[in-house]
Nanobody
Framework: QVQLVESGGGLVQAGGSLRLSCAAS????????MGWYRQAPGKQREFVAE???????SYVDSVKGRFTISTDNAKNTVYLQMNSLKPEDTGVYFC????????????WGQGTQVTVSS
């Protein structure tokens, strides 16, 4: 089992920045990829960004150049630095992990709310 706890959400004005954190515990040696999804009100959960154990990153087009995903392996923590935030970035952000040999996320955090006001 892997437990994930997010923090760092909040309310920010458009153009502002937030940094989300997600600390993993438990069987962290099984983790291959860590990432973030988000869910806006009335919409489906969507992929935002992910980072592999080797450091390769990928982003949804709408956040490229504004968001940066990174990890602190010593702390088993993944971060999402969000700059130049837009109202359409509003939603609940969920941390997740993919295990070795799992193509889809297996474990999820409880989510943290991000609200961007115009």
């Amino acid at each position: 089992q892997v437990q994930l706890v997010e923090s760092g959400g909040g309310l920010v004005q458009a153009g502002g920045s937030l940094r989300l954190s997600c600390a993993a515990s438990g069987s962290t040696f099984r983790i291959n990829v860590m990432g973030w999804y988000r869910q806006a009100p009335g919409k489906q959960r969507e992929f935002v960004a992910e980072i592999t154990s080797g450091g390769a990153t990928s982003y949804v087009d709408s956040v490229k150049g504004r968001f940066t995903i990174s990890t602190d392996n010593a702390k088993n923590t993944v971060y999402l630095q969000m700059n130049s935030l837009k109202p359409e970035d509003t939603g609940v952000y969920f941390c997740n992990t993919k295990l070795r040999n799992s193509p889809t996320p297996v474990y999820w955090g409880q989510g943290t709310q991000v609200t961007v006001s115009s």
